[in-house]
């Protein structure tokens, strides 16, 4: 077999290689890939194979796209869809909670609501690792629709609630179905689209981040003032059921890395590996700092905006509207513009790490915002802190995929997501007790912005290239 090994080996191997790779016959005798001719282009184009040798494990960490083009992208729709949905479920208890009812009838003090809004957290943080190890065995297409029913089945349930113990138990239930849509998007878009392509992929799939609490905001204000909250309850959670009919009809269940059968695969990186490099716990302490903010916005910005910004409910979803909807639009522009960059030669690692720096620099003008008297001051940061942190969105999670291995993808974007659900679970808390002290928005406003401070920094001085995982060596480079 005329196949270059690791680190040696001629143009026509390499394009040998490649195209067994994309060429091997499944048990059921059907073949993967396109032309030859494409598959070439593909190799040419991709700043990640072009101008060195093409090792086995460089062949094998090449994206494996289901279909020939157009579908891809019809799946990115997909998955940002389920995203904005998953958001739905999660942003809708905020709202509840700003209805004075709800909050007297239950007993709430402010470290109460801090609570519940922490609660979805308390088992999704715990589950993202075993998640990601999840879909990297098992593939994307199951796990993840049986996850979507489950927790759209429990959001609905949350109408039941009388007590709330109940109420967390509920939320802890959607959190533990929501754990695996993370990992198993990324995967899927580590495994579909190469270096170039894929800060949109990834940008206009997290925009369904950022439109999900857009439009969650509002359509529950409009739910609760058309029905009740258990009505809002029943037709989110109930109404997300009908995205896993084209999820089921679209995806196939074959996204998993493809070798010739005479390849054997290649060897996993060992988690220790990926626990000694700086990357990994840059990445997690950015991720944290970036989400504690988002997170914060989510569950305490209608708040924030009815009680010390005095806004109508209807005012109120309007302006979280206008602040998430920014986001996504600056995501989804975000990552486009840093393709378009390394398509013309940029590094990869230097160009979303900068984008990403500059996210968290405009995302710090929220304490100018929080500091003001003046309410169209206050209103205009909140919009432009949140929509300017959409450039690290798309570039932040596109870059740990540069950095990472394929084989380590899964595990590493559970890490990741884990570390953004504990601060999924410290934002609400930690404000809650900040605010109940201080009767004040300024002390857990401030909080935000010493994390973001923190967030910069460990991108400056911890995510490099040179810091990244070996996917060959299985050390740190």
Avoid at 45 to 63: C, E, I, Q, V
Avoid at 148 to 169: D, E, H, P, R
Avoid at 200 to 226: C, D, E, F, H, S
Avoid at 290 to 319: D, I
Wanted: glycine share 10%; with cysteine; proline share 4%.
């Amino acid at each position: 077999m005329f196949i270059a090994s690791d680190g040696e080996g001629g143009r026509e191997a390499e394009l040998l290689f490649v195209f067994m790779r994309y060429w091997s016959v499944d048990a059921g005798g059907r073949h993967d890939g396109g032309t030859l001719a494409s598959l070439v282009r593909r190799m040419n184009a991709n700043p990640d194979f072009a101008g060195s040798p093409l090792t086995k494990a460089r062949a094998l960490a090449m994206p494996f796209t289901e279909d020939g083009g157009g579908g891809r992208w019809t799946i990115i729709g997909l998955l940002s869809l389920g995203m904005i949905i998953a958001y739905l479920s999660r942003s809708n208890l905020a709202v509840a909670l700003t209805l004075p009812d709800l909050v007297h009838s239950f007993h709430l003090s402010d470290t109460d609501r801090g609570t519940l809004n922490s609660s979805f957290f308390w088992a999704y943080a715990v589950l993202q690792i075993p998640a990601g190890w999840l879909v990297d065995r098992y593939g994307v297409k199951w796990p993840y629709a049986l996850g979507f029913l489950f927790w759209c089945l429990a959001s609905a349930g949350t109408a039941l609630v009388n007590s709330a113990a109940q109420l967390i138990a509920l939320r802890v239930l959607v959190g533990i179905g929501e754990s695996v849509v993370a990992p198993a998007s990324y995967r899927w878009i580590r495994l579909n689209f190469a270096e170039r392509e894929r800060g949109l992929a990834v940008g206009l799939y997290m925009t369904g981040t950022k439109i999900g609490p857009a439009i969650g905001t509002p359509l529950a204000v409009w739910l609760l003032l058309r029905y009740d909250w258990r009505t809002m309850f029943v037709l989110v959670g109930a109404g997300g059921l009908i995205w896993l009919i084209p999820w089921l009809l679209l995806v196939k269940d074959r996204n998993r890395e493809r070798r010739p059968a005479a390849e054997p695969a290649a060897k996993p990186l060992p988690f220790g590996s990926l626990l000694a490099s700086p990357v990994t716990w840059g990445t997690v302490i950015a991720t944290f700092s970036y989400m504690y903010f988002v997170y914060f916005c989510m569950t305490w910005m209608p708040a924030y905006f009815t009680e010390r910004r005095h806004l109508s409910l209807a005012q109120m979803g309007a302006f979280t509207f206008f602040s998430f909807a920014g986001m996504a639009v600056v995501a989804a522009l975000a990552g486009w513009a840093a393709d378009l960059s390394i398509g013309r030669g940029g590094d990869p690692v230097a160009v979303r790490k900068w984008f990403t720096i500059a996210g968290f620099a405009i995302a710090c003008t929220e304490l100018i915002g929080a500091q003001s008297s003046s309410l169209a001051v206050a209103l205009t940061f909140s919009i432009v802190s949140l929509s300017g942190l959409g450039l690290a969105t798309a570039n932040y999670w596109a870059l740990t995929q540069t950095l990472i291995p394929v084989s380590a993808i899964g595990r590493v974007s559970g890490i990741q997501n884990c570390a953004a659900s504990v601060a999924g679970i410290a934002a609400p808390i930690l404000t809650g007790w900040l605010k109940q002290q201080t009767h004040s928005y300024q002390a857990p406003m401030m909080a935000c912005f010493v994390f973001l401070v923190v967030g910069v920094l460990s991108y400056v001085f911890m995510v490099k290239a040179r810091y990244a995982p070996d996917a060959e060596s299985g050390v740190v480079r």
